[in-house]
């Protein structure tokens, strides 16, 4: 034990309360929001979070499904099929919701480091409905919501008159 650095890691933080919690983007790790403002997130230091609530805000997520404690991840089944035999022990979420910062994303990459969040679904549906309407109008097309009103007015207008 005496060759240890100072300030080695053996386990993460659990979070001390359910409430307010947040997990990490890259790695997935929970906490809550003051612990990863006061101590950052120990498989992740590269990003900086102590004391900078802008960063916790931007590289953490309350947007999260499940969650699972990982004491020996070198022996962990769940560790191995979530890729996560390289971090701490602690508590993981199973699926992440979110989108890192540009500049946190380039350094990961220029670090070789992958981020486990994801795009909601609902999030890509809707860049999609984006994308289809800059088609049309760019076509000159009618939008699905352009479409829809003059028939809903007449529906109304029919109403009316009954």
């Known amino acids: 034990m005496g060759d240890e650095e100072p300030d080695a890691v053996d386990f993460c933080e659990t979070p001390t309360s359910m409430q307010g919690l947040r997990s ?3 790695c997935g790790l929970i906490k809550n929001f003051n612990q990863f403002y006061e101590h950052g997130c120990e498989n992740c230091p590269f990003l900086e979070l ?3 609530q802008d960063r916790v805000e931007r590289c953490t997520t309350s947007d999260f ?3 699972f404690s990982m004491m020996k ?3 962990s089944w769940v560790a191995r099929w979530e890729g996560l035999t390289s971090f701490y022990p602690g508590i993981y979420a199973l699926r ?3 989108v890192l910062p540009d500049e946190v994303d380039a350094m990961l990459q220029d670090l070789q480091l992958t981020a486990r969040a994801t795009k909601l679904p609902e999030d890509q549906g809707l860049e999609q409905q984006q994308q289809q309407q800059q088609q049309l109008l760019q076509e000159g ?3 699905d919501d352009e479409e829809e009103a003059p028939a809903a007015a007449a529906e109304e207008e029919e109403q009316q008159n009954e």
């Open 141 to 143: 097309g009618a939008t």
């Open 73 to 75: 991840p070198e022996d």
């Open 24 to 26: 990490c983007l890259r």
């Open 96 to 98: 992440i919701f979110g």
């Open 65 to 67: 499904e499940g969650m």
């Open 50 to 52: 102590p004391e900078r």
